[in-house]
T-cell receptor, first 111, second 111 residues
Framework: SQTIHQWPATLVQPVGSPLSLECTVE??????LYWYRQAAGRGLQLLFY??????ISSEVPQNLSASRPQDRQFILSSKKLLLSDSGFYLC??????????FGPGTRLTVL | AQSVTQLGSHVSVSEGALVLLRCNYS??????LFWYVQYPNQGLQLLLK??????LVKGINDFEAEFKKSETSFHLTKPSAHMSDAAEYFC?????????FGGGTRLMVKP
């Protein structure tokens, strides 16, 4: 069966520091991968999606970036965090654009 | 363009009472529709999905939803609320590789 992992589960970082969040999927090949953010009191915002290795589409311009170095690995990065980057980050996968399955999330607090 | 509207950002019911969470959608193509549940500090869990088969869809934990094309609705129901149903619920519509989410409804269950 397929599983999706995210780490770390919780992260507290100072403003201006770098960020790297990792998402990996097991049990499937060539999935579509997605990064979402939930800010406090707001809904789900799609940040990036990827249909294959090295293929990244950005939905929202910001100081975040994403990379997909391997088929089942999706990384969210920032060179310098802002206070507004705080939130709950969710990774998701799907096959052929159908049902999306979500990871457990990473709670990021920027101080 | 596709959109999802969830009526009521907060719904409160008594334990044992009927749960009704409303979702209306707009789509230029036949939609695939989903309901997800999110418990605090967790990822989204798929409750059920409509993919153009039966219009009445049964999901986990006795939840069900009915697709009504004439009303462009996909409301979520459960006959008898449990305390453990307290969570946030998201309705979503599949548009190609993307999900369009509603704003979410927080369900509170009173003892």
């Amino acid at each position: 069966s397929q599983t999706i992992h995210q780490w770390p589960a919780t992260l507290v970082q100072p403003v201006g520091s770098p960020l790297s969040l990792e998402c990996t999927v097991e049990g499937t090949s060539n999935p579509n991968l997605y990064w979402y953010r939930q800010a406090a009191g707001r809904g789900l915002q799609l940040l990036f999606y990827s249909v294959g290795i090295g293929q990244i589409s950005s939905e929202v311009p910001q100081n975040l970036s994403a990379s997909r170095p391997q088929d089942r690995q999706f990384i969210l990065s920032s060179k310098k965090l802002l206070l507004s980057d705080s939130g709950f980050y969710l990774c998701a996968w799907s096959v052929a654009g159908s049902t999306q399955y979500f990871g457990p999330g990473t709670r990021l607090t920027v101080l | 363009a596709q959109s999802v509207t969830q009526l009521g950002s907060h719904v409160s019911v008594s334990e044992g009472a009927l749960v009704l969470l409303r979702c209306n959608y707009s789509s230029s193509v036949p939609p695939y529709l989903f309901w997800y549940v999110q418990y605090p500090n967790q990822g989204l869990q798929l409750l059920l999905k409509y993919t153009s088969a039966a219009t009445l869809v049964k999901g986990i934990n006795d939840f069900e939803a009915e697709f009504k094309k004439s009303e462009t609705s996909f409301h979520l129901t459960k006959p008898s609320a449990h305390m453990s149903d307290a969570a946030e619920y998201f309705c979503a519509l599949n548009a190609g590789n993307m999900l369009t989410f509603g704003g979410g409804t927080r369900l509170m269950v009173k003892p």
